[in-house]
């Protein structure tokens, strides 16, 4: 399945591209939002992604926009640092594809069974050897601090127990592990409709690719490549996500909201694409006065 962007109408009216722009989509992903961007005017944008399996389809968007786009591999907050020149507009839309999460050996999702893996950059430490090799209180804090998952510690009991038989190969081994936890075979928490191991996946997933961290770095290194009145747009997914880009942001007398709080998705988005559900889409303007 492709990757369906998210508030995609909502971007486009917030970044407005014009053309001459000089964009950054700094999460590339399926390049929904890239396309519609180029399409939206003659500007240019600068994609990155950390995800090898994406090259494919930006190699397809510079056949058919030549010069206006450029795709840099890698991680964003390693990529903006290194970024020469002055940028008018910058996209945020953190989190995996729906690319990532249907391939079943990539390890993101417990809806398929495939090795734990959970890497976007393909490389680095997996899922697999923090599920295995990291101790009861580390993987306890792991899924408390990443997941906020108040039964942490009996999942990180209930993981080494089962390890001590046999590794833990497969998400769905490790579906059925903390499934077991809550006393209950069903698969979804009383009174609600989330799987009782979203937290936990949520967590590892976190952990393993140190999101939270890539995130206030890029953000904090944005200052020196944007041209006054840029805009910023990031679209977050959770709690801790959004909590880092309010932080930056209200701690940053150099960017001023152009929305008031978040805007998300329709009810008509989100029956047509449930992802949406829980995307918070923010937008500032860069102000580089000396204050
Ligand atoms: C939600 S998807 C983006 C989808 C995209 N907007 C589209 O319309 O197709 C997020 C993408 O960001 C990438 N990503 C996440 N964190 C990253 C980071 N720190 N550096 C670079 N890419 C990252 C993921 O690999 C994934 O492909």
Request: glycine share 6%.
């Amino acid at each position: 399945m492709n990757h369906i962007p998210v508030l995609l109408d909502e971007v486009l009216k917030m970044l407005n591209p014009m053309d001459g722009d000089k964009i950054i989509d700094a999460t590339f992903g399926y390049g929904g939002h890239t396309e519609a961007i180029l399409k939206a005017s003659k500007c240019f944008v600068t994609a990155i992604d950390r995800d090898p399996t994406v090259k494919s389809r930006a190699n397809d968007l510079k056949r058919v926009y030549g010069e206006r786009f450029s795709f840099v591999p890698g991680k964003f907050a390693d990529i903006i640092a290194t970024l020469n020149g002055q940028y008018d507009k910058v996209l945020f839309d953190f989190g995996v594809s729906s690319m990532q999460l249907d391939v079943a050996e990539r390890g993101f999702s417990f809806s398929k069974d495939g090795t734990l893996d959970m890497r976007m950059s393909c490389e680095g430490i997996s899922a697999y050897e923090v599920i295995n090799t990291y101790s009861e209180t580390d993987l306890a804090e792991i899924i408390y601090n990443y997941g906020n998952e108040v039964h942490s510690r009996k999942i990180a009991k209930a993981i080494i127990e089962s390890r001590n038989n046999n590794k833990i190969e497969t998400t769905l081994q490790l579906h059925e592990i903390i499934t077991s936890v809550f006393g209950y075979s069903k698969k979804h928490r009383k009174h609600s409709d989330i799987d009782v191991a979203t937290k936990t996946f949520q967590a590892i997933r976190i952990y393993v690719n140190d999101e939270l961290r890539e995130i206030d770095t890029a953000l904090h290194n944005l200052t020196k490549i944007l041209n006054g009145n840029a805009i910023i747009a990031t679209i977050t997914f959770h709690a801790l996500e959004d909590r880092i880009v309010k932080y930056w942001a209200s701690s940053n007398a150099h960017f001023k909201p152009i929305v008031d709080g978040v805007i998300t998705a329709s009810a008509e988005e989100i029956k047509r694409n449930p992802r949406s559900r829980s995307a918070k889409l923010r937008g500032f303007i860069f102000n580089n006065t000396k204050l």
